[in-house]
Structure formats: C-alpha cells, structure tokens
C-alpha cells in the first residue's frame, strides 16, 4: 500500500497571505488528523476528519480550517498567515487505533 | 490537560551502546504509540503498545499501563538510529498527544 502523501512539501508565504494544504491518507482510511510541530510548541493537534466530518478539533484560531472530499484526501487552509504559523504540518491517517504521518509540508512565512 | 513526560530530552551515545527511553503519563495510558522522527521530519511508527512488551528487531517497547509508564529499549545503536523519540497517547478520535521527545544522537 502506498504511504501518506502530502503536498506540497515546501512553501514560503508572506504575512496576510493564504496557503492550503493537501493529505492523501493510506487507502481504506477513512480518518485524517492534521498535526502542526514547531521548536517552542512541539507538536499539535489541529483537527480531525471521518468521512468527511470534523470530529475533533484542538486549541487554534478559526484561521486554521480544513476539510475532507469523499475520497478520504483532506486539506487544511490557513488565512491571513502569521510569522508564527511558520512550522511543519504533518498529517496521518488512521484505519483504526495506529495513526501513520506523512512526510509533512514545511511552511515559511515571511 | 493530559500530560506526557518523555526523558531524557537529550541523549547522546556511541555507536553500539544499548539506550531506554521514557515516557509517563499523567492520566491512564491510552492507545500509547512511540514514533521516530527522522532528519527529514517524518514521523515513523515504531510501536502501538497499550500495555505488555514488543520487540522488532534492535528495538523493543515495554508499557506498564497501572504504573502509568512505558519505555523504548534501543540495542546496539547505529547512527541511523539519530533522530528525535516521540511518545504518544490517543484519549479518544485519534486526537494524539505527544510528549517533547527525546533527541537521541550516536556517534560513529
């Protein structure tokens, strides 16, 4: 089976700027969680989506949204982008209790 | 909020050295998962171990779940083995989380 796939990997942004994200979870999953890992924060839960509704959702401001297609394939969307939402997003996809991450998108806002 | 201790934060070995890693947990230990986090910072699962002992190769992971622990057991390191250990615990909708980790470097 093929991994986790996010893309894309790298991208710089500027302040005010908008940038969305994509996750294309192990085939058969149907749970896709969004992650964010920064040096001061260590790694945070953002949300969580089952068939294609949010189920759980972490400590972040409404900027930070996302959403799940039929397919299973997620995407967040971040707004009006901050210096501090300079970090790496990982996502993982789960088919029961073991959650597995893909390589991540590293986003530099300048 | 749930809280998850990993130690040491730092560990710094030669190669060949046996190392243990570990994590504690402030309430029950649910779905505990251990990853390696490697230089490129994908996150790799290495163990789904709610309680009980499992070994794969170098590598074995204990929980205690009544005393609220586990630990990672690294034999004979190689430097491929450098990166940063993360615990985790799932209290429910796959909503991980994970402790500060433990950066393990081995020298050659």
């Known amino acids: 089976k093929a991994g986790v796939t996010q893309t894309p990997r790298y991208l710089i942004k500027t302040r005010g700027q908008q940038v969305t994200l994509s996750c294309s979870p192990i085939?058969?999953?149907?749970?896709v969680s969004w992650y964010q890992q920064t040096p001061g924060q260590g790694l945070q839960f953002l949300f969580e989506?089952?068939?294609?509704?949010?189920?759980n959702k972490g400590n972040f401001p409404g900027r930070f949204s996302g959403r799940q297609f039929s397919n299973s394939r997620s995407e967040m969307n971040v707004s009006t982008l901050e210096l501090g939402d300079s970090a790496l997003y990982l996502c993982?996809?789960?088919?029961?209790?073991?959650?597995?991450f893909g390589p991540g998108t590293r986003l530099l806002v300048l | 909020g749930i809280q998850v201790e990993q130690s040491p934060p730092d560990l710094i070995l030669q190669e060949g050295a046996n190392s243990t890693l570990r994590c504690n947990f402030s309430?029950?230990?649910?779905?505990l998962q251990w990853f390696h986090q490697n230089p490129w910072g994908q996150l790799i699962n290495l163990f789904y171990?709610?309680?009980g002992t499992k070994q794969n190769g170098r590598l074995s992971a204990t929980t205690v779940a009544t005393e609220r622990y586990s630990l990672l057991y690294i034999s004979s390191s190689q430097t491929t083995d450098s990166g940063v250990y993360f615990c985790s615990k799932n209290p429910g909708a796959q909503k991980l989380v994970f402790g500060q980790g433990t950066r393990l470097t081995i020298n050659p």
């Open positions: 171990i709610p309680s």
């Open positions: 989506y089952f068939s294609e509704t949010q189920r």
């Open positions: 993982a996809s789960s088919g029961s209790e073991t959650q597995y």
């Open positions: 309430d029950s230990v649910n779905n």
């Open positions: 085939s058969g999953h149907r749970s």
